[in-house]
C-alpha cells in the first residue's frame, strides 16, 4: 500500500504561481507513474498532467501545456506540479495519483480508473 500526501495549494491571483507537491510512502517511488487530476465543483475528475516511471516522458492537458510543468524527485519520492500563469478556470482541488503498470500508454497515463493510490488533494483557488 503505497500513501500519497499532497500539499501546496492556496489561493493566488490570476497569473500568478504555485508549486503543488506529492510525497509518497515507498521508497520505490520511481517504478510508479505519476498522474495530477483536478476536479471543479460540478465537474468530472480530468487528468492534468502524468509522468511516466524514472526517466519517462511527461504528458499534459492542451489547456495548461505550456504552463504547467511536471517534475519527478524520485530520491525523495516526490513529484511536484509547477503551475504558472494561473487562470481562474484552474481552481480546483488536485489530487496526485500513482500507477504501477510495466508499460503506461499514453491514454492509460490520461485515465483515472488506471490509477492504483490516490491522494486526499489540496484545494487551489485562483481570484480573477
Do not use: H
Amino acid at each position: 500500500q503505497v500513501q500519497l500526501v499532497e500539499s501546496g495549494g492556496g489561493s493566488v491571483q490570476a497569473g500568478g504561481s504555485l508549486r503543488l507537491s506529492c510525497a509518497a510512502s515507498t521508497n520505490t517511488f520511481s517504478v510508479y507513474s505519476v498522474g495530477w487530476f483536478r476536479q471543479a465543483p460540478g465537474k468530472e475528475r480530468e487528468f492534468v498532467a502524468g509522468i511516466r516511471r524514472s526517466g519517462g516522458n511527461a504528458s499534459y492537458l492542451d489547456s495548461v501545456e505550456g504552463r504547467f510543468g511536471i517534475v519527478r524527485d524520485d530520491a525523495e519520492s516526490i513529484v511536484y506540479l509547477l503551475m504558472n500563469r494561473l487562470e481562474p478556470s484552474d481552481s480546483a482541488i488536485y489530487y496526485c495519483a500513482a500507477a504501477l503498470v510495466p508499460a503506461i500508454s499514453s491514454n492509460e497515463l490520461r485515465t483515472a480508473r488506471d490509477y492504483n493510490y490516490w491522494g486526499q488533494g489540496t484545494q487551489v483557488t485562483v481570484d480573477s
